[in-house]
């Protein structure tokens, strides 16, 4: 009994390390996270949500797997090929034999190396195929989504999860998932070809899988734990940048470069001691599965070695010279796979961590969505009607109570009142932006709620104070890239709102570059593009939002002659803070803490001397003392 002490304080030392990592685990359970935008989801769900983007690919899989078994054929034959040479050399050394289990041992190896490259390439043209559709079913959700929806999501969380957390998850498909496999099935094929060997110091072997199997299931809630960590502060990070990047003329201005770089230091700092936190974890889980591969081989050499390199028996089985080359080569194959399968496990997690980010916005139900039964139109007269319309962003705060009017197609109304006062919501409200709360909107008689979305906003042409230019063109931020519109078309929308003079000067014309957000054109520049944009879609509806606003007079006088062409086409609605823009509007609405107060013509409204009457008179008198 005394010669097996050295195996059993082998043991006592792993057992010693297990209830150490156990306490620490019982500990990590009892301590709770708060809750965040992002859920935890069981392993089961995310594994059967990721195959579904792997099953189409079930062929090309299947064809990995076949070569995956061909190049594990050399993991499980080498030992026993090596252990046959030592059996020769030690016997009777014969060099022909001797050459043919060589030139067998190359010839597998290289059909192994094949094999490997073939994988590789299959799995990484596959990968990206699957990685490709996740990220356009991702998009495209974060497209459905509502406007409040997508005003309480940072953009650059969004942007960190369809960049870099479906990233994380191609790994699984090009990398984790078949190296696992592969991995597996060495380590049963070299456990089969052991117990066939020698039983006896497979049994000894196997006394170490307990201990793997308890670290790997410990170490499994810390790494998934340091893997959100790790995703969070990336996402705070992006977030920051993302905002303040696009700020950062206003951080110049105001000289608060130190400030932000201080704030940019400190997420910074926190991704980083997250990420300290993540190579602490598994530089202990690796460690420890190293230490049980080496603890295994030193019991086979004293199990080996005690006998004096000569035939030894354990538990009624010899051990012969041959035998323990072969099993410490298996050994090395048996916890290889393990040690490499720690490193797919550790990725794993990660990707885990990536997917419930991922799937946390896939689980967002847009609030504005079509209804069941909602049909298409093809085109309306842009007939308007609210009916007792009540409407709050947030719960209880009406922004909007009991709004009620109606304009007739092709009529131009126009909406004022103070800021904060409903005129941009209920604009917005039409659209179907928002769901209003009470009431209804018609459009033509019909409840717009009952309107495909996409149908219903075709219908409509807007612009708003704060113009966007996207990256590329003129011409593409003008057509915004459909089919149809000749550069004829295009030019007589130009001239219609005279953007051709700008435009006729620059060196590409149409194809001259837009940089982000149209940072190289002025405010005005970038409102006569949103206006030919509008106009050349020929909307029924045409919204008007401070449209306005950033045109010098001379410009503005010029749209308004163009606008009043457009009256005549379709239904106009204007939000306008220049009373001057809307004298001939066919109906003026006087809104005032989301009620309507007054309404009528822009004369009518003055001759009744009210809350119109007093906005229209201070800024007339305004103008006439900035005038002198």
């Known amino acids: 009994m005394r010669e097996y002490f050295p195996i059993l304080f082998v043991g006592a030392v792993a057992g010693v390390f297990s209830l150490i990592f156990l306490l620490a685990w019982l500990r990590e359970l009892r301590t709770k996270t708060a809750p965040d935008f992002d859920r935890n989801i069981p392993d089961g769900e995310i594994v059967r949500r990721l195959l579904k983007y792997a099953l189409p690919y079930k062929k090309e899989f299947a064809l990995v797997l076949a070569v995956m078994l061909a190049s594990i054929a050399y993991e499980l034959a080498s030992p026993l090929i090596m252990g046959r040479v030592e059996e020769l050399i030690k016997d009777r050394f014969e060099p022909s034999v001797l050459l043919r289990w060589v030139a067998l041992y190359a010839c597998m190896l290289l059909v192994s190396m094949a094999c490997t490259y073939l994988q590789s390439i299959l799995l990484q043209k596959t990968g990206q195929k699957i990685l490709s559709a996740l990220r356009q079913d991702l998009f495209t959700h974060i497209e459905s989504l509502s406007h409040d929806q997508l005003n309480k999501i940072p953009v650059g969380k969004l942007v960190t999860r369809v960049a870099n957390d479906t990233n994380a998850i191609s790994m699984v498909f090009t990398n984790v998932l078949v190296n696992m496999a592969r991995n597996a099935f060495i380590v049963l094929g070299v456990l089969g070809a052991m117990l066939l060997l020698n039983y006896a110091l497979t049994l000894m072997i196997l006394c170490f899988v307990p201990f793997l199997v308890l670290f790997t299931v410990i170490f499994r809630k810390f790494t998934r734990k340091v893997h959100r960590v790790v995703k969070d502060r990336t996402t705070d990070l992006n977030t920051f940048l993302s905002e303040n990047l696009s700020g950062i003329k206003i951080t110049q201005i105001f000289n608060q470069e130190e400030r932000k770089l201080g704030d940019f230091l400190s997420k910074s700092d926190a991704l980083k001691k997250a990420k300290q936190n993540q190579i602490f974890v598994f530089g202990i889980f690796r460690p420890m599965v190293y230490m049980l591969y080496v603890s295994s081989i030193l019991c086979l050499f004293y199990l080996g070695g005690k006998g004096y390199i000569q035939d030894t028996v354990f538990l009624g089985q010899v051990m012969t010279s041959g035998t323990i080359v072969s099993f410490y080569m298996y050994i090395s194959k048996f ?178 570059e837009v940089r982000e957000r149209g940072g190289n054109f002025s405010a005005g520049q970038r409102q006569l593009l949103s206006f030919v944009r509008t106009i050349l879609h020929k909307p029924a509806v045409m919204i008007l939002d401070e449209a306005t606003a950033n045109i010098d007079t001379e410009t503005e006088l010029l749209i308004q002659a163009s606008l009043e062409k457009l009256r005549s086409i379709g239904t106009m609605l204007i939000v306008a803070h220049r009373l001057s823009t809307i004298q001939h509007a066919d109906q003026i609405i006087v809104l005032s803490h989301g009620e309507i107060v007054e309404r009528g013509s822009h004369q009518e409204l003055l001759a009744k001397k009210g809350r119109y009457y007093q906005l229209y008179t201070l800024q007339f008198n305004k103008e006439k003392l900035l005038g002198a």
């Open 335 to 512: 916890f290889n796979p393990i040690q490499t399968l720690a490193e797919q496990f550790n990725m794993l997690q990660s990707a885990f961590a990536s997917a419930e980010k991922i799937f946390s916005v896939f689980d967002l139900e847009p609030e504005v969505a079509d209804a069941p039964d909602a049909v298409e139109l093809d085109h309306i007269r842009g007939e308007i009607e609210f009916e007792d319309v009540w409407f709050a962003y947030e719960p209880g705060e009406w922004v909007l109570k009991g709004v009620s009017f109606h304009v007739d197609a092709r009529q131009t109304a126009a909406f004022v009142g103070a800021t904060g006062s409903g005129k941009t919501t209920i604009l917005s409200l039409l659209c179907r932006n928002y769901d209003i709360q009470k009431g209804r909107i018609l459009i033509d008689g019909q409840d717009i709620r009952t309107i495909k979305l996409s149908s219903l906003r075709r219908q409509f042409g807007q612009m708003l104070q704060d113009v966007f230019l996207f990256s590329g063109t003129i011409r593409s931020n003008i057509v915004l890239r459909e089919e149809g519109f000749t550069d004829e078309e295009i030019w007589s929308a130009c001239q219609y709102v005279n953007a051709d003079a700008f435009i006729g000067r620059l060196d590409q014309g149409l194809d001259e």
